[in-house]
């Protein structure tokens, strides 16, 4: 058994409960949005998951996509897969409904994306990396290229892809060598080389919208002489339809450890004349551009830390149902009994469980912050940035440890291919990589979203403050009351990190930075820990008033775990980030 099954009872939960879906729909340009909505549009998109894409998952590991003379060819089932995903209206559910979107919050969003990272990781990372394309052009491009793009791309016709990385220029995108010159007519020619361009050729769609980045002649040096630039496959017609090939092509697709279902190519521009392309928004300033894209795509990739360990769960759990092994430790009786009632097994199930629970809240959670935040909440903006980072950080380490952890549950038929548990092993594993590094992010939240914040820490002071109402709040409970006593300590644990990164910053910032992973995960594991404190107290006042839905009593149980195996590693991280550094830097370089 490997087919994943989107857990919608929980999924609603967090929306309903934590997130607050009913106050997201009440937004102004949310009339349309209601929770029964949100209800009927989960239930089918389950459906889609595991019966459109879930089969095709393992075809796509299996088999991954071939490329010959420039041209890739899908694994079997994909291209009928995306054609009937685009058709069904997926493609378009939370854009602007000028261009044909549906305009549903993020937050829903959110949910349905994690089924088809579930599902089916490298599928859903075309509609991923289309989605944030259209951002960017949403929110930089001229109306003129608004209107020719847009509609067909929202509408899955055509796809999109994000374009940074050189051979020589991996996460230093100041190395940047990729030319464009003017033409004279407002198109540029466009030339150079691009490497690890997910979805970046492929078969399912009619065109592809690849964003470049890319230095026009006089553009100065470093990160403020950078162009971003609209390049699409094919070149588009005064009335809308497909003109000629433009001068781009798929040199090859990478050979990857994972995702194999995803085709990540070697894009060459120019060629020959180079590649027609279009300027968006202004010169040299396509790296503030690209970060519209790469924002939303980070968050989508912490996603896939949530997506792709409850789907590593859902197998192992089965897995451990079925399989009968071993005497069982404390059971006096003769009966054999499967591998779930070892204590080790139960653990780690609890340990997957308990952490994909924390993240998934953590995301919509972040998701419902942007929808507020779109609405013009300044204060969830400020919330939004500094729990990108975390999002995307954070959730991906978790995924990768989980499904590790998933594989251990199997045993020695985990690490065989043919169960299946190591796909999910090896998908994780990127995760954590790409649309920028774990350091990337950490680094970004110690320095621009603390340290260097206009009023240094504002944003996380902001965040304890409303996190320690909390266990005001649980400390009266008894049920909730050991809960309360680990929050608190791994809230003053992130208190005592963060103000030591901020004192520390302009004096030591080699210390500070040696540290940044750590406090990372030092702020995933507090604030997902608040979260499923704030899930235990929602599941305690419903099992207060009687409700026999027993998955309250599971969330309780769940958070209660958390609280006690995952927020005392808190105090570690806060040590290791206050008087660690020293031991990072004692080994000479000559001696490593």
């Given at each position: 058994m490997s087919t994943y099954i989107a857990p919608i009872r929980d999924m609603q939960f967090v929306l309903n409960e934590v997130a607050g879906l009913s106050d997201i729909c009440a937004l102004p340009g949310n009339e349309e949005c209601s929770v029964d909505l949100v209800e009927s549009i989960l239930d089918e998109a389950s459906k889609f998951a595991t019966g459109v894409l879930d089969p095709i998952n393992k075809v796509g590991d299996r088999t991954g996509h071939v490329c010959k003379d420039g041209v890739v060819t899908t694994a079997p089932g994909f291209k009928a897969a995306y054609k009937l995903f685009a058709e069904t209206g997926w493609t378009s559910m939370p854009f602007d409904p000028e261009y044909?979107?549906?305009?549903?919050?993020?937050?829903?969003?959110?949910?349905?994306?994690?089924?088809?990272?579930?599902?089916?990781?490298?599928?859903?990372?075309?509609?991923?990396?289309?989605g944030g394309a259209i951002?960017?052009?949403?929110?930089?491009?001229?109306?003129e290229l608004k209107q020719t793009y847009l509609p067909k791309m929202i509408e899955g016709t055509w796809t999109g892809t994000m374009n940074l990385t050189e051979p020589n220029a991996g996460s230093d995108l100041a190395a940047i060598s990729s030319k464009a010159k003017a033409v004279g007519d407002g198109s540029y020619l466009v030339s150079g080389t691009k490497i690890f361009i997910t979805w970046g050729e492929h078969d399912v769609a009619e065109n592809i919208v690849h964003l470049v980045l890319a230095r026009l002649p006089d553009a100065p040096p470093g990160l403020k002489g950078i162009s971003l630039f609209l390049v699409p496959k094919f070149l588009?017609?005064?009335?809308?339809?497909?003109?000629?090939?433009?001068?781009?092509?798929?040199?090859?697709?990478?050979?990857?450890?994972?995702?194999?279902?995803?085709?990540?190519?070697?894009?060459?521009?120019?060629?020959?004349?180079?590649?027609?392309?279009?300027?968006?928004?202004?010169?040299?300033?396509?790296?503030?551009?690209?970060?519209?894209?790469?924002?939303?795509?980070?968050?989508?990739?912490?996603?896939?830390?949530?997506?792709?360990?409850?789907?590593?769960?859902?197998?192992?759990?089965?897995?451990?149902?079925?399989?009968?092994?071993?005497?069982?430790?404390?059971?006096?009786?003769?009966?054999?009994?499967?591998?779930?009632?070892?204590?080790?097994?139960?653990?780690?199930?609890?340990?997957?469980?308990?952490?994909?629970?924390?993240?998934?809240?953590l995301a919509y959670y972040a998701a419902a912050n942007i929808d507020r935040a779109h609405a013009g909440d300044t204060a969830a903006q400020s919330r939004v940035d500094l729990l990108t980072p975390v999002v995307k950080g954070w959730s991906t380490e978790q995924g990768v440890e989980l499904s590790s952890t998933a594989l251990q549950v199997f045993g020695g038929v985990g690490f065989v291919e043919e169960t299946g548990a190591a796909q999910y092993y090896r998908d994780?594993?990127?995760?954590?990589?790409?649309?920028?590094?774990?350091?990337?992010?950490?680094?970004?939240?110690?320095?621009?979203?603390?340290?260097?914040?206009?009023?240094?820490?504002?944003?996380?002071?902001?965040?304890?403050?409303?996190?320690?109402?909390?266990?005001?709040?649980?400390?009266?409970?008894d049920q909730l009351a050991k809960i309360a006593v680990n929050l608190e300590n791994g809230i003053n644990s992130l208190s005592t990190a963060a103000d030591w990164i901020i004192a520390n910053y302009e004096s030591a910032p080699a210390a500070v930075h040696a540290g940044s992973v750590p406090f990372l995960k030092l702020t995933g594991i507090v604030v997902g820990g608040w979260l499923m404190a704030k899930s235990a107290a929602i599941a305690v006042k419903h099992i207060a008033e009687g409700t026999t839905d027993d998955f309250y009593k599971a969330k309780l149980a769940t958070a209660t775990y958390f609280a006690a195996h995952q927020l005392p590693f808190a105090s570690a991280y806060a040590a290791e980030i206050t008087g660690g550094s020293d031991s990072v830097f004692a080994l000479p370089e000559n001696l490593f």
């Open positions: 044909g979107g549906q305009g549903l919050p993020a937050v829903v969003s959110m949910a349905v994306n994690e089924m088809w990272k579930g599902a089916n990781m490298p599928f859903g990372l075309c509609p991923m990396l289309t951002e960017a052009i949403a929110h930089h491009a001229s109306d588009v017609n005064a009335d809308g339809s497909l003109g000629k090939r433009n001068d781009l092509i798929c040199a090859s697709i990478e050979h990857k450890l994972g995702i194999h279902g995803s085709p990540t190519a070697v894009m060459s521009y120019g060629e020959n004349e180079g590649a027609v392309g279009y300027l968006i928004g202004d010169e040299n300033k396509g790296i503030g551009y690209m970060f519209t894209m790469m924002n939303h795509a980070r968050v989508n990739v912490g996603l896939e830390g949530v997506g792709i360990a409850e789907r590593a769960y859902q197998h192992a759990l089965w897995y451990a149902r079925e399989r009968v092994q071993g005497k069982i430790i404390g059971d006096t009786s003769s009966e054999k009994k499967t591998i779930l009632h070892h204590p080790d097994v139960r653990r780690m199930l609890m340990d997957i469980k308990s952490r994909t629970e924390a993240m998934r809240t994780s594993r990127i995760t954590t990589i790409y649309e920028g590094t774990t350091a990337i992010q950490a680094n970004d939240l110690v320095g621009r979203k603390l340290a260097r914040e206009k009023v240094p820490g504002a944003a996380m002071k902001t965040l304890i403050a409303e996190m320690s109402a909390t266990v005001d709040e649980l400390a009266s409970n």
